[in-house]
T-cell receptor, first 117, second 116 residues
Framework: AQKVTQAQTEISVVEKEDVTLDCVYE???????LFWYKQPPSGELVFLIR??????QNEISGRYSWNFQKSTSSFNFTITASQVVDSAVYFC??????????????FGEGTQLTVNP | GAGVSQSPRYKVAKRGQDVALRCDPI?????LFWYQQALGQGPEFLTY????????KSGLPSDRFFAERPEGSVSTLKIQRTQQEDSAVYLC??????????????FGDGTRLSIL
């Protein structure tokens, strides 16, 4: 069975600080996909990034960066120079490749990020 | 709009009543998913449709939960004889291609269901 663990329930930072959200996953598959979603107070889950298990290159998109390490089964997310608008719940999710239910997402419990002015 | 639309946004029902939640996916999206999100938790998978075919319903918690997508577009999640533990946010998501492609899922705002 697949599992995603986000050990940090809540993080509070001051604006302009860098912050890293941790994600550790478990899966028996060799082919799988990892995702990060943002859930602002409005409730809608906003897609941020998808990585597949064969691509361990780190990725940077503006102030966001992701560090994927298969050796430690981790897919951490860093926000540089945080802003108040980054305040939200962030979810890490995993899906395994498959024909029917393969892309059902297994989510972690989320990390509530609060960025204070 | 261009996103996934869910209605109603909020639903309050008395225990034992039946409820129906609607999802209007992004036009042309083949895959449709339902998730249940309890307060303070991550979403949990309920069921998956590819067009009108329900290919996976393994996440439905009991036979009181039923989902359909008869014409391959709009989907309805029905809960019969509601119980207090059914209180949660129900999220619908869609993606353009069949699930095997593992494309990102686009989520609606959800329906917040409260059972009194």
């Amino acid at each position: 069975a697949q599992k995603v663990t986000q050990a940090q329930t809540e993080i509070s930072v001051v604006e302009k600080e860098d912050v890293t959200l941790d994600c550790v996953y478990e899966t028996r598959d060799t082919t799988y996909y990892l995702f990060w979603y943002k859930q602002p107070p409005s409730g809608e889950l906003v897609f941020l990034i998808r990585r597949n298990s064969f691509d361990e290159q780190n990725e940077i998109s503006g102030r966001y960066s992701w560090n994927f390490q298969k050796s430690t089964s981790s897919f951490n997310f860093t926000i540089t120079a945080s802003q108040v608008v980054d305040s939200a719940v962030y979810f890490c999710a995993l899906s395994e490749a498959g024909e029917t239910s393969g892309s059902r997402l297994t989510f972690g419990e989320g990390t509530q990020l609060t960025v204070n002015p | 709009g261009a996103g996934v639309s869910q209605s109603p946004r909020y639903k309050v029902a008395k225990r034992g009543q039946d409820v129906a939640l609607r999802c209007d996916p992004i036009s042309g999206h083949v895959s449709l998913f339902w998730y249940q999100q309890a307060l303070g938790q991550g979403p949990e998978f309920l069921t998956y449709f590819q067009n009108e075919a329900q290919l996976d319903k393994s996440g439905l918690p009991s036979d009181r939960f039923f989902a359909e997508r008869p014409e391959g577009s709009v989907s309805t999640l029905k809960i019969q004889r509601t119980q207090q533990e059914d209180s949660a946010v129900y999220l619908c998501a869609s993606s353009l291609r069949p699930a095997i492609s593992n494309q990102p899922q686009h989520f609606g705002d959800g329906t917040r269901l409260s059972i009194l």
